[in-house]
């Protein structure tokens, strides 16, 4: 289906002769789904294509209630994203990444769209051989934090220079 599951298999045996496999799994997104993040967090998982095959893996989101837009990255398809879909501010980064940087452990970048400042970071995701067969990506609103920041540097200089003021007199 295109998605990324965390699974289990393990052998089951009757009079010491193998009998056959339970498996269990665990699609990611219902963890991510779980988890409940700050506000102003979005979680995104990306699937490399050379991984899918295209016309199962739209079949799949579909079944899934899911948005299927497979020419909207050029390396990698959106299996799942907690706001719907991947915003266009964040498709050319997700690009370059899944290009540029196969295999590094996390990448983060500062995005500004829509009159909002993100923190995006790409993790890769790995398969029980460790291959990268993807990322996990989460967009944080820094927004109200860098304007608070502001504020602090500009109360911090201002209050600064009134005590220096009154100091030197």
Same mark, same amino acid.
């Given at each position: #289906?295109?998605?990324?599951? #965390?699974?289990?298999?393990? @052998? ?7 009998? =056959?496999?339970?498996? *269990?799994?665990?699609?990611? +997104? ?6 409940? @993040?700050?506000?102003?967090?979005? #979680?995104a ?18 079944? #899934?209630?899911? +948005?299927?837009?497979?020419?909207? *990255?050029?390396?990698g ?12 501010a964040?498709?050319?980064?997700t690009?370059?990444?899944?290009e540029?940087? @196969?295999? !590094? ?10 009159? !909002? ?6 993790? @890769?995701l790995?398969?029980?051989s460790? !291959?990268q067969? =993807?990322? *996990? ?8 934090? !860098?304007a ?5 540097? *500009?109360?911090?200089?201002? =209050?600064?220079?009134?005590l ?6």
């Amino acid at each position: #289906l295109g998605t990324f599951t #965390l699974r289990v298999v393990q @052998p089951v045996y009757a009079d010491g002769s193998l009998v =056959g496999y339970v498996e *269990l799994g665990k699609e990611i +997104e219902d963890v991510l789904q779980a988890i409940t @993040p700050h506000s102003g967090t979005q #979680l995104a998982v990306v699937i490399r294509k050379e991984y899918l095959t295209r016309r199962t893996w739209e079949e799949g989101m579909g079944m #899934l209630g899911r +948005e299927a837009d497979w020419d909207q *990255l050029s390396q990698g398809a959106v299996s799942y994203t907690s706001q719907g879909h991947l915003p266009d501010a964040f498709v050319a980064w997700t690009d370059q990444v899944s290009e540029d940087n @196969p295999g !590094k452990d996390e990448t983060y970048q500062e995005i500004a769209t829509d009159g !909002k400042d993100w923190l995006v970071s790409a993790s @890769p995701l790995r398969d029980a051989s460790d !291959k990268q067969v =993807g990322d *996990l990506l989460i967009l944080q609103d820094i927004t109200d934090d !860098k304007a608070d920041f502001a504020r602090l540097l *500009l109360l911090g200089g201002t =209050g600064g220079s009134v005590l220096l003021m009154l100091l030197l007199g």
